[in-house]
């Protein structure tokens, strides 16, 4: 009888395992898993961020459901990642909050390693390179100011994000 389970057993366990390799084959787009998405649950998730960045330091990886994405929390690792390592930082996912922020529009910040996206980069760079750069620090910090006083004048309060990101770009 202990045998007869046993081999009941195997051979149950054989098949679970064929069907898995056969459905992994398949690419299902099946909905994410829920633990990639518990972090965003925080009552306060921009402090709970915070918190993450100073427990773990200006770069560390977070899950969005089934993708993994490097965070960057500090002037000079973002500076570092965009100027002297663009090319291992420049292919980023197309998660649905990026193609919502964006309106499908490939940008600077948010488009996807193409011709495109490099000749934007390549524009964006001279035009910082020829002189421009020391006096865009001022008008950049001020920007973010005046971003940053428009998300608390809005706190509690839907926010069309396309809106404050074109304006805040685009400036």
Not at 12 to 27: C, E, H, I, S, Y
Not at 99 to 107: G, M, Y
Not at 144 to 150: I, K, L, N
Request: glycine share 6%; hydrophobic share 45%.
């Amino acid at each position: 009888m202990v045998l007869v389970g046993l081999l009941l057993l195997l051979t149950l366990l054989a098949g679970a395992r064929l069907l898995w390799g056969q459905w992994k084959l398949r690419n299902l787009h099946l909905p994410p898993l829920v633990p990639g998405f518990l972090h965003l649950l925080q009552p306060n998730l921009p402090i709970y961020l915070l918190g993450l960045t100073q427990r773990l330091g200006p770069i560390y990886r977070l899950r969005l459901g089934l993708q993994d994405v490097v965070v960057l929390n500090s002037k000079r690792t973002i500076e570092e990642a965009l100027v002297r390592k663009w090319v291992d930082f420049a292919g980023r996912p197309q998660i649905p909050s990026y193609k919502l922020a964006s309106q499908h529009c490939p940008d600077i910040s948010l488009g996807d390693y193409s011709l495109f996206w490099k000749a934007h980069k390549k524009l964006t760079r001279s035009a910082l390179l020829l002189g421009v750069r020391s006096s865009m620090e001022p008008r950049v910090e001020q920007l973010t100011q005046e971003f940053c006083e428009r998300m608390r004048a809005q706190a509690g309060t839907p926010v069309t994000i396309q809106k404050e990101f074109s304006v805040l770009t685009c400036s």
